[in-house]
């Protein structure tokens, strides 16, 4: 679940915000056609997402990373595009749209298009690619897994909505129009830098020298390295504009500077300014949840967890043993063995609860491979996918129980088979 509320809120932040401004934007500028040219964007880039989402997850060939190549084109055509139209119409709201206007909205929906067409394909796969450990859709791993999902699309789209009406009472309407031309032009700079990634690899695939330096190619390998060292950056940069907006749009609802005629009209003013100043704080509060899950729950989500020292044991010939006496606090206890090879084989023993019998297997499973399970309240969890393990199920086959490993109780120890140990050797190398 936590993973989800990071990915999909880091993977279309910047989406729905450009794509919420330029709504504003047009609408504000352009009226009526405006605001239906641009919707008229939004579902082709909408159509065209789920399009290639579904070539992507239908096709067993490899859909090629060299769409992002052109689409990055697409985006800085349109960014460009968009900022000098939007100078030349200048302050005009509304009226008549004229050449300079009918570019905007071209360069406009062409922009949020794009946009819709580069981040959703991704994000709409999510749902056919949760780890149900073979449990399949009606699963708790797969609902758990789709709650985050849907949570971070509802916070989103409600974000969207606050974030339009504040942008339409922000003056004068030349800053709504530079709002999506700011956040165009930051997020420019990390599509410029990708767009030469294609190229780079394409010198990989020819066997040239590739070393991502300044040496190897200069500024481009440069600009490079920058955007995809700090992919981050251009998402916090958008955060810090979409945040200025909304102040701004609280500072100027704070008094009434329209007129009016009499006392009536000025408490329905007032009225009116408290509803956006709300919506601003609210639309704030999405902002500060994001950030938690940019930040907190990212970094929780995506920690290290560092497994348990080994423990001691002994060897006897062809055998290993484990006195049971170490292992009947109904904790994990991890044993390591090293191979000839210099192959760390791990497995682990958990005594199950409400019985005599314990839980032994290899410390990797069929699923997740050899990240570990670790403790975690009492509970034994995969350090990969963080699912919790039925206690009562290990040592049996099966979506990410860990792989069995015999063992047989003898003289109060668990006795391990050397052969079987280095049997696993396999999974740990």
């Not at 023993?349 to 399970?373: F, H, I, Q, T, W």
Request: hydrophobic share 50%; glycine share 10%; charged share 15%.
């Amino acid at each position: 679940m936590l993973k989800y509320l990071w990915t999909v809120t880091q993977d279309l932040f910047v989406t729905v915000t450009l794509v919420t401004w330029m709504h504003a934007a047009l609408d504000r500028l352009c009226g009526k056609f405006g605001r239906r040219f641009h919707t008229g964007g939004i579902l082709l880039g909408l159509v065209a997402a789920a399009a290639l989402a579904a070539v992507k997850g239908t096709s067993n060939k490899i859909v090629s990373s060299r769409w992002n190549h052109y689409i990055y084109v697409f985006l800085l055509a349109f960014t460009l595009a968009f900022v000098i139209f939007a100078l030349i119409r200048g302050r005009r709201e509304g009226g008549r749209r004229g050449f300079a206007g009918a570019g905007l909205c071209l360069a406009g929906a062409g922009l949020s298009a794009t946009l819709i067409f580069y981040a959703l394909p991704g994000v709409m796969l999510y749902p056919f690619n949760f780890n149900t450990m073979g449990e399949g859709y009606l699963s708790s791993y797969y609902m758990v897994r789709m709650a985050g999902y849907l949570a971070a699309l509802l916070l989103l789209l409600a974000y969207s909505r606050l974030l339009y009406n504040c942008a339409m009472r922000i003056r004068p309407v030349g800053a709504v129009a530079a709002l999506p031309g700011a956040g165009a032009l930051i997020n420019a700079v990390y599509w410029f830098g990708r767009f030469f990634a294609p190229w780079v690899n394409r010198a990989k695939w020819l066997n040239w020298p590739v070393r991502y330096s300044d040496q190897a190619y200069g500024w481009v390998g440069s600009l490079l390295m920058f955007t995809a060292d700090w992919a981050m950056l251009f998402i916090w940069l958008t955060f810090a504009l979409a945040a200025l907006s909304l102040i701004m749009c609280f500072a100027q609802n704070v008094r009434v500077t329209e007129s009016y005629d009499n006392p009536a009209q000025r408490r329905k003013l007032r009225a009116r300014n408290r509803r956006y100043r709300r919506m601003a704080c609210v639309a704030m509060g999405a902002l500060v949840v994001f950030t938690g899950f940019l930040t907190v729950v990212k970094s929780y989500d995506t920690r290290v967890i560092e497994l348990s020292a080994p423990e001691t044991y002994t060897v006897d010939g062809e055998s290993i043993y484990v006195p049971m006496e170490a292992v009947n606090d109904f904790h994990l206890h991890r044993f390591e063995y090293q191979t000839e090879n210099g192959v760390n084989v791990r497995w682990i023993v958990v005594r199950k609860p409400n019985s005599a019998a314990y839980g032994v297997g290899l410390d990797a499973c069929e699923v997740c491979g050899n990240a570990g399970y670790y403790e975690r309240g009492g509970q034994v969890v995969c350090r990969r996918c963080d699912v919790v393990m039925n206690t009562s199920t290990i040592g049996f086959k099966g979506g990410c129980n860990p792989i069995p490993l015999g063992y047989e109780v003898a003289e109060g120890n668990l006795v391990f088979k050397l052969s079987d140990i280095l049997a696993g050797e396999r999974e740990f190398k």
